[in-house]
């Protein structure tokens, strides 16, 4: 049986730091513009405009689990990079 291991809150922290700060690298690097990559989230039923993908960019907010997911597939990169669930440890 396995449980999932009890995580202090500056970990949960750190971790959602890291995982915003990759979420903003990708899409500094892409050759997309903040409006095409917010014209395909509108498409993937997301509401966010040009502005907030700037913003997430510029790592002022954390987006949704969800969202970033569906911008690392938007520029081609591997959706589990942003996925973050509790490590598992056995008993």
């Known amino acids: 049986m396995s449980r999932v291991k009890p995580?202090?809150?500056s970990?949960?922290?750190?971790?959602g730091e890291q995982k915003?700060?990759?979420?903003?690298t990708i899409i500094k690097n892409s050759t997309l513009s903040l409006a095409e990559i917010s014209?395909?989230?509108?498409?993937?039923g997301h509401k966010a405009d040009a502005s907030y993908?700037?913003?997430i960019a510029r790592g002022e907010v954390m987006p949704s689990v969800?969202?970033?997911?569906?911008?690392?597939?938007?520029?081609?990169v591997d959706p589990r990079?942003?996925?973050w669930r509790p490590e598992e440890v056995s008993k």
């Open 81 to 83: 990079l942003i996925e």
């Open 11 to 15: 970990q949960v922290r750190a971790q």
């Open 53 to 55: 993908v700037g913003r």
């Open 7 to 9: 995580q202090s809150r």
């Open 39 to 44: 014209r395909r989230l509108i498409i993937a």
């Open 20 to 24: 915003m700060n990759t979420i903003a």
């Open 66 to 76: 969800e969202l970033g997911m569906d911008i690392a597939d938007i520029l081609g």
